[in-house]
């Protein structure tokens, strides 16, 4: 059974640094092709934000609205795909998720940019205020 989790959330001030953990269990090299964060805020659709394969590390791409603001990295230890915040931003506010491609046999693409991964999180609020 896939459980994603996604923690790390909350409410915090302009210019604030936010991380956010998703726990991916342990084993997830075998068990992902790629786990990817996206956000949705009110009245929105949903954002693709950035990704990384479990086997070669981050993709080289972040949605231009958090380029150069936020990281995405693993950690092994842990078992966690993170997304490191900086300098967040009122337009920041959203519901963040995180969500991973299984690795099938005989290979497959991870599908981000889009949102059809098979496994998604139930998500981590971040609230940003001025």
């Known amino acids: 059974q896939v459980n994603l989790m996604e923690s790390g959330g909350g409410s915090v001030q302009t210019g604030e640094t936010v991380r956010l953990s998703c726990a991916v269990g342990?084993?997830?090299?075998?068990?992902?092709?790629?786990v990817a964060w996206f956000r949705q805020a009110p009245g929105k659709e949903r954002e693709p934000l950035t990704a990384?394969?479990?086997?070669?590390?981050?993709?080289?791409h972040y949605a231009d609205s958090v380029k150069g603001r936020f990281t995405i990295s693993r950690d092994r230890a842990k078992n966690t795909v993170n997304l490191q915040m900086n300098s967040v931003r009122p337009d920041d506010t959203a519901m963040y998720y995180c969500?991973?491609?299984?690795?099938?046999?005989?290979?497959?693409?991870?599908?981000?940019?889009?949102?059809?991964?098979?496994?998604w999180g139930q998500g981590t609020q971040v609230t940003v205020s001025s």
């Open positions: 969500a991973a491609e299984p690795l099938y046999p005989g290979g497959n693409f991870c599908p981000y940019p889009r949102d059809t991964f098979a496994h």
């Open positions: 342990s084993g997830a090299d075998e068990k992902y092709k790629c």
């Open positions: 990384i394969y479990m086997d070669r590390g981050a993709l080289a």
